[in-house]
């Protein structure tokens, strides 16, 4: 998340809108809430326009930014700051446990390109246990989606899974002017931030994702058609869920039991 100025033109292929808004970037700095306390990790930085509100919270910064062109206007910003380090690098690829400082857990913020956030945010999940929260920019289609609860046309896939693991918080909408580029989207900001310990766990999370993945793709189907080759309705009512319901009417714990249920993969 960064504002933008002559020095560096943004760029479509890396998904780069700089916020330039100041009263939003404190409004999202007031929502991190970073103290001396806390260990945050800023994804996308830019030119670090959020970068110098979270860094005035006392707090440790390590920014990850994948454009070499941006990294000498962060070090010449920001390089003499202790509590700032900058990793060059993938988001996508990076392993976040190589930041922490013993068993500290992290604080991710980013504003994230709309074309990675979705792999992003499974990436990230993948590493829960390293996390205290996560705060993201992201397409405000993609934060109805994370907060979607059952029977809304925006539940799927990526409703469950995002929580299972996290407890999802919608905070507010950024309008395009907000940015440099202006988007062609409506953005907004939303709170993930992991459970303590599961409200429903897997006893296999790849065949959970296997039940999520097979029922959404056919998400107009009914349970019994969609998940025949995994379940059978005598087996779907033996846990008191209707065969034929839609699959964007269960629940997360309703998910996990027929995960749970099933046979396992070889």
Do not use: W
Not at 80 to 104: K, V, W, Y
Not at 149 to 176: H, I, W
Not at 211 to 238: G, M, V
């Amino acid at each position: 998340m960064a504002s933008t100025d002559n020095q560096h033109r943004a760029r479509k292929r890396f998904g780069q809108n700089f916020l330039h808004d100041q009263g939003i970037i404190h409004n999202i700095a007031r929502a991190i809430g970073a103290t001396e306390k806390d260990h945050v990790v800023e994804i996308g930085p830019g030119q670090g326009a959020l970068t110098a509100d979270i860094l005035a919270g006392g707090c440790l910064l390590d920014a990850i930014e994948l454009d070499r062109d941006l990294i000498p206007i962060l070090q010449q910003r920001f390089g003499n700051e202790p509590r700032f380090q900058l990793q060059q690098g993938d988001a996508l690829a990076f392993d976040f446990s190589s930041l922490r400082n013993s068993d500290e857990k992290l604080r991710v913020v980013g504003n994230l390109p709309y074309n990675i956030s979705t792999p992003l945010i499974f990436h990230l999940l993948s590493q829960q246990h390293l996390i205290q929260d996560m705060h993201f920019m992201l397409q405000l289609e993609v934060v109805n989606r994370l907060a979607a609860g059952p029977g809304s046309k925006n539940y799927g896939r990526l409703s469950v899974m995002t929580q299972y693991y996290c407890d999802v918080c919608a905070l507010f909408e950024v309008p395009p002017e907000a940015f440099d580029p202006k988007p062609k989207v409506q953005s907004a900001i939303v709170r993930l931030a992991p459970h303590e310990q599961l409200p429903h766990p897997a006893s296999n999370i790849k065949m959970l994702e296997h039940i999520l993945r097979t029922a959404f793709n056919q998400r107009r189907k009914t349970l019994r058609n969609s998940l025949k080759n995994d379940i059978s309705a005598e087996q779907l009512e033996a846990l008191a869920i209707n065969p034929t319901a839609r699959p964007e009417t269960l629940t997360l714990a309703q998910f996990v039991a027929i995960s749970n249920s099933v046979n396992q993969p070889d």
